[in-house]
Every structure is written in C-alpha cells, then in structure tokens.
C-alpha cells in the first residue's frame, strides 16, 4: 500500500495562517481588558452609589431630632434658688452672702463627676437651700471618656445665661448614663435646648461666640492654681480642698460654718423718754394771763345768765 503524502504548504500560506492565530490572540486578550475596565466601572459605579446612599442616609439621621429628655424633678430641685454668674463666668447657685461657698471643678465627660452629682450634690443643695452654702459649678471638659464634653460644657454655659444652667446640667449628667459615648452628639445638645424652652437664637449667639470658651479657660487655670493640675472632681470648701464622700463634704461644710464668724448680736436700745419743759417765768406770765383771760370771760358771760334767769323766773310767775 503506498502512502499518500499531502501537498507541503507554501511559505505565504503559513504566515497567513500565523497571522490570523495572532490576530485572534490580540483581540481576545483586547476583549479581556474590555472586560476587566467594564467590571472595575461596574464596581466603582457600585462603591459610589453605596457611599451616596450613606451620606444622603447620615444627613437625613443628622437631622432628625436627638432623644433628649430634661428630667422632671430638676425644676422643683432649684426652684425659689438665686441663680447667679460669677465673676469668671462659672454658674452659682444660692445666696452670694452665704457664710460657705462650695465649689466643683468638674466634666460633664467625666464619669466620676456624673457619680458624684448623683450622690453628694443632691446633699449640697439641701445646705442651699437652708441659706449656709453658695454652690458654684466651675466647667471643664477632657477628663473623662465621652465625645464631645467641650461642646456640653458651652451649651451649659450658654443655658447658664438665660437661667437654665442647673437643669440642663442634671440632663447633660443623666445623658451621660443613658447614651454613653452618643450622649454630647450636636442635635441631641440642640434638642435639648429646644426642651429647655429657652430662646434658641440667643442660646446659638452665645455658642458662636468666645464667652463660654473663656469660663472653661478660667476653671482650668484656676483649678491648676488651686492643687497644682487638673482633676475632677475636685471640691473646695472655703479654700480648702475636700474629700469626694457625703461624709467629707458634709463634715467640711459643718466645720466651715462653725469657723464662720458669727453675726453680732442685734442690741435693743431702751425707749426715749421724752421729759416734759420746764416752765419758765416768762412761760408762767403767759400761764397767768391765759388764766386770768378765762376768768374775765366767764365774769362777762355771768350777768348775762344771771338776766336770764330772772326774766324766766318772772315769767313763770
């Protein structure tokens, strides 16, 4: 059986044939890359549209209003209590004349201080309240964990200006246990103060300005001067730093007042007796004369009584 040998290719059949093979070779890679650039265009349209839809999300959370409750009984707690501002911008409450002044250096942020408001301040007012203490609060902030204490510590101070201090520091220190790291967030400080009923213009002036700022400087600067750094709370009675205990607290108030200079006692003078002039001879003349008037008169008036008399007495005859 012979072999059949097929016909060899030519040299221009064969480069024909390897460039198509080329060909073919480039535009699949080509469709490849045509793939890959519609997938990465696929997968950033799709990364932009989930970041749109979070930020239109975040504005829409943004402005819905915060949870923020004011509680009920801090009204009636400071209620008939002076509210007053100190010199360095630090809110005060009670009678300035007091014998004792308290004051805290204290955080919002700080958890110990929100102990020590729950525990020991209740205690304080009541010695208030009783016109032995002016209590002054002076703000800080960063010593504790929570976001935003600088913002709570201005929207107090602020609150401060139109009387409500007190009563938005009672919330700022519940907030603190109720929302944790979420309880200074800037719509739940405004909702807040939409809560207070205070006039919200006024209370935004004051945020956008460098009053409350300089009160938190204050305090700061203070407080270093008075133990040599910064800790809160830190309570000074009278000049003197005391413990953080009801026991402390108190013992230093009662010692305080005992040390106290005590008012002078109220002296009763006795009634002024008024005596009565004595006469002079000048005084007696005139004594006389008058008298002496009196009797004339009655001398003339007698005849008189005395005609009448005797015309009724004929006339009865």
């Known amino acids: ?41 696929l997968t950033i349209l799709g990364v932009v549209a989930v970041i749109a839809v979070l930020a239109i999300l975040f504005i829409v959370l943004a402005n819905q209003p915060a949870e923020a409750p004011i509680p ?20 005060q409450l009670g009678n300035p004349d007091a014998p004792v002044r308290v004051v805290e250096y204290a ?13 020991v301040v209740p205690d304080i007012v009541e010695r208030v309240r009783a016109g032995e203490v002016l209590f002054t609060y002076a703000p800080m902030f960063g010593t504790g964990g929570i976001a935003n204490g600088e913002g709570a510590a201005k929207a107090a101070l602020c609150a401060g200006y139109q009387d409500a201090f007190w009563t938005f520091h009672d919330a700022l220190f519940n907030w603190q246990t109720l929302y944790a790291n979420q309880a200074f967030t800037s719509q739940r400080l405004s909702s807040g103060v939409d809560n207070l009923g ?16 300089e009160a938190i400087t ?22 003197e730093v005391a413990g953080l205990s009801v ?5 230093a108030i009662d010692a305080a007042l005992a040390a106290a200079p005590a008012a002078p006692p109220s002296i009763e003078l006795p009634p002024v007796e008024t005596e009565e002039p004595e006469a002079t001879e000048e005084t007696a ?33």
């Not at 060909?23 to 490849?32: A, K, L, M, P």
């Not at 026991?247 to 013992?251: A, S």
């Open 285 to 317: 003349d005139d004594t006389v004369t008058e008298e002496a008037a009196t009797e004339a008169a009655a001398d003339e008036e007698a005849p008189e009584d005395a005609a009448t008399e005797v015309v009724e007495a004929t006339e009865e005859s």
């Open 72 to 91: 009920a009984e801090s009204a009636a707690t400071y209620d008939g209590i002076p509210q007053t501002i100190s010199d360095a911008g630090f809110p």
């Open 107 to 119: 955080s919002f942020d700080c958890s110990h201080c929100e102990e020590f408001h729950r525990t």
């Open 198 to 213: 205070i006039d919200k213009g006024a209370w935004n002036a004051c945020m956008g300005s460098s009053r409350p700022a």
């Open 1 to 41: 059986m012979t072999r059949r040998n097929d016909p060899p290719k030519s040299k221009a059949a064969s480069a024909k044939g390897g460039g198509e093979r080329r060909s073919r070779t480039v535009e699949r890679r080509e469709e490849r890359q045509k793939e890959r650039q519609r997938r990465r265009q």
């Open 247 to 251: 026991t402390d607290v108190m013992g």
């Open 218 to 239: 204050a305090a700061r600067e203070e407080l270093t001067l008075e133990v040599g750094g910064v800790s809160t709370p830190t309570i000074i009675v009278n000049g």
